[in-house]
């Protein structure tokens, strides 16, 4: 089945210590996109990639990054994790032509704990 | 700019019981409305949408018609089930203009007692 699949489920980092979420796609779609959900809130996007295309959200912090080193494959980087960046890390994806943009697909999820 | 208002929770219910949760947005444009999902420790399912004006979105029993006149999108289902507690997100995108993002209602937590 298509699907997006983010790996691993659970991370368990270091105040500070660098941390990399992986997401993959078998849908092929072009667009896609990581946001941050915090216990009994909604999600909140931290930047999308359209093709190559990075969009970062204004109130994104520099302590996130990203890359995407192929149409399948997106991670999300948190250079110096802190406390408040414990969260669910969730990766979804979108057909765009430019102007009009298809439904999300949203994989399983990482929930990162910090020590 | 955009914003969903989706009724707070919990919302309780027993098992068989109706249900609806209510969802209103404002939107500069003509949006998609969607409903997610979210089972506890899992990602957003997507469980229907409609892109136009008096479009009925179903799935799984589920029901919400794109209602322009009251900018809502009341999710209902005649029947719950244990199996669907979880929490509901009401989401809009405004796919003409481009903007990608989705922007989410709070979301609604339903809990189904036998």
């Known amino acids: 089945d298509a699907m997006v699949i983010q790996n691993p489920r659970y991370q368990v980092t270091q105040f500070g210590k660098p941390v990399t979420l992986s997401c993959s796609q078998t849908l092929n779609h072009n667009v896609m996109y990581w946001y941050q959900q915090k216990s009994s809130q909604a999600p909140k996007l931290l930047f999308h990639y359209y093709d190559k295309d990075f969009n970062n959200e204004a109130d994104t912090p520099d302590n996130f990054q990203s890359r995407r080193p192929n149409t399948s494959f997106c991670f999300l980087d948190i250079r110096s994790p802190g406390l408040g960046d414990a969260a669910m890390y969730l990766c979804?994806?979108?057909?765009?032509?430019?102007?009009?943009?298809?439904?999300?697909?949203f994989g399983p999820g990482t929930r990162l704990t910090v020590l | 700019g955009d914003s969903v208002t989706q009724m707070e929770g919990p919302v309780t219910l027993s098992e068989e019981a109706f249900l609806t949760i209510n969802c209103t947005y404002t939107?500069?444009?003509?949006?998609?409305l969607f409903w997610y999902v979210q089972y506890p420790g899992e990602g957003l399912q997507l469980l229907l949408k409609a892109t136009k004006a008096d479009d009925k979105g179903s799935n799984k029993g589920f029901e919400a018609t794109y209602r322009k006149e009251t900018t809502s999108f009341h999710l209902e289902k005649g029947s719950v089930q244990v199996s669907d507690s979880a929490v509901y997100f009401c989401a809009l995108s405004e796919l003409d203009t481009g903007r990608r993002a989705l922007t989410f209602g709070s979301g609604t937590r339903l809990q189904v007692q036998p």
């Open positions: 939107a500069t444009g003509y949006p998609s």
């Open positions: 979804a994806t979108s057909r765009s032509s430019g102007t009009s943009t298809d439904t999300q697909y």
